[in-house]
Nanobody, 125 residues
Framework: VQLQASGGGLVQAGGSLRLSCVASGRTFSSYVMGWFRQAPGKERDFVGTIGRTGGRTLYADSVKGRFTISADNAKNTVYLQMNSLKPEDTAVYYC???????????????????WGQGTLVTVSS
């Protein structure tokens, strides 16, 4: 599976951005897709996941209520809609994929096998 993330940029606090992650290769709907972020000098942190059908999502507490993950299987694309952005959301955002095995509760980077290249989100105060 190859993943290509895009949509990052510079936004003011309180603004919104939508990131996209296009997958190619194996059947997209058989994977759990995750979003992670990594700020300078920090570890790669879990943001959220979405299940194979798009019906189930899981979010980190820090983004719950502000970020929404959705999927368009026809386009092999997963989206991360980010609203009410804060300066502390500044990071490189990565999409990731792993095989679906009945759960979407994969919150650690080491649990994912495939990674996109990352897209930088900068939120100014």
């Amino acid at each position: 599976v190859q993943l290509q993330a895009s949509g990052g940029g510079l936004v003011q606090a309180g603004g919104s951005l939508r990131l996209s992650c296009v997958a190619s290769g194996r059947t997209f709907s058989s994977y759990v897709m995750g979003w992670f972020r990594q700020a300078p000098g920090k570890e790669r942190d879990f943001v959220g996941t979405i299940g194979r059908t798009g019906g189930r999502t899981l979010y980190a507490d820090s983004v719950k209520g502000r970020f929404t993950i959705s999927a368009d299987n026809a386009k092999n694309t997963v989206y991360l809609q980010m609203n009410s952005l804060k300066p502390e959301d500044t990071a490189v955002y990565y999409c990731a994929a792993r095989d679906y095995r009945g759960s979407i509760h994969y919150t650690k980077a080491a649990q994912y096998d495939y990674w996109g290249q990352g897209t930088l989100v900068t939120v100014s105060s």
